[in-house]
């Protein structure tokens, strides 16, 4: 009887040493999920060339009006609204494409979404633009640190 | 667990979204900070050179009261980069000075790209020892009463 048993029980040993290390694999991966895990829709997708850049904050982003800004235009609601070229070399600081439309929205939210290597100048004509429209909530989106 | 997991695998987006709040200087509604020790501070960005500006009150005996003085401190880039550390140091000095301060100006140049403004709002909120000035301003706004672009000139008939 003993025979009989013996090869039963190592094979149960043997299994019970595997397990352990599996959940506290699963346990780490399921951890790492929930941290990052989100389910925000991806910025821009058609554009390739578009990335948004890295922040340490961890405040989430409500739903609002959103203002893309990249190299190459400003769109509204992901609507193309202007070239940001004009606006790059021009000394205008109004931009007359997105102003009547942030005007008729004055009081909410808004999210401006800039491509990390569009330069300063053109958030500080859309945040002034923003401003003279009455849009007093402005929100600049990145991308999380704990992006996947 | 095992139900868990896949759900999360399959849902997840594999970029987090954040935001980081923003407060327009010139909109003429920020409400006025607490007196302290340190009575303007700036954070200016031109490449990769920052310059720290402060007013610090005079807290000599022979000072008058509210005189100032200005305190400027220049960050040279730490080879290519943005040197954060020597910017977060710098600003630390400031918050113990005033450590009621929360508010910082912050005016990156034109040519600034939007990476490195995130990264200095970033570093002038919190540093490793804590916080350090968690409302950011961002300057280089012309201030002014909100005016209406001009209509469009009529066409002739």
Request: without cysteine; aromatic residues 4%.
């Amino acid at each position: 009887m003993r025979r009989l048993t013996r090869p039963a029980r190592k094979r149960a040993d043997f299994g019970a040493a595997a397990l352990a290390p599996m959940v506290d694999m699963l346990t780490i991966l399921l951890v790492f999920l929930l941290k990052s895990w989100s389910t925000d829709p991806p910025v821009r997708p058609d554009d390739k060339t578009f990335a948004l850049p890295t922040s340490t904050s961890e405040r989430p982003v409500y739903t609002s009006l959103e203002l893309d800004v990249t190299e190459e235009a400003i769109y509204l609601g992901g609507v193309r609204a202007a070239g940001s070229r004009f606006y790059v070399e021009q000394d205008e600081t109004l931009i007359r494409e997105i102003y009547e439309a942030l005007q008729m929205r004055a009081g909410q939210p808004l999210q401006v979404r800039m491509d990390e290597d569009a330069p300063y100048e053109l958030l500080r004509k859309v945040l002034f633009t923003a401003q003279q429209a009455g849009v007093e909530d402005v929100t600049v989106v990145a991308a999380s640190r704990s992006s996947l | 667990m095992f139900l868990l997991l896949p759900f999360l695998l399959l849902t997840t987006s594999v970029q987090k979204l954040v935001g980081l709040d923003l407060r327009i200087p010139s909109s003429g509604d920020l409400p006025p900070e607490l007196p302290g020790a340190v009575e303007d501070l700036t954070v200016r960005a031109e490449g990769k050179t920052l310059t720290v500006q402060a007013s610090v009150r005079k807290s000599d005996v022979g000072a008058n009261i509210g005189e100032t003085e200005a305190r400027v401190v220049e960050v040279d880039p730490a080879g290519e980069a943005l040197d954060l550390a020597g910017l977060q140091a710098a600003l630390r000095t400031f918050k113990r000075l005033d450590p009621e301060r929360t508010r910082v100006l912050l005016i990156p140049g034109d040519a600034v790209p939007g990476r490195d403004v995130v990264l200095l709002m970033d570093a002038v909120r919190a540093d490793r020892d804590g916080e350090l000035f968690p409302e950011v301003a961002l300057g280089g706004i012309e201030a002014g009463p909100a005016e209406a672009p001009a209509a469009p000139a009529e066409e002739a008939p």
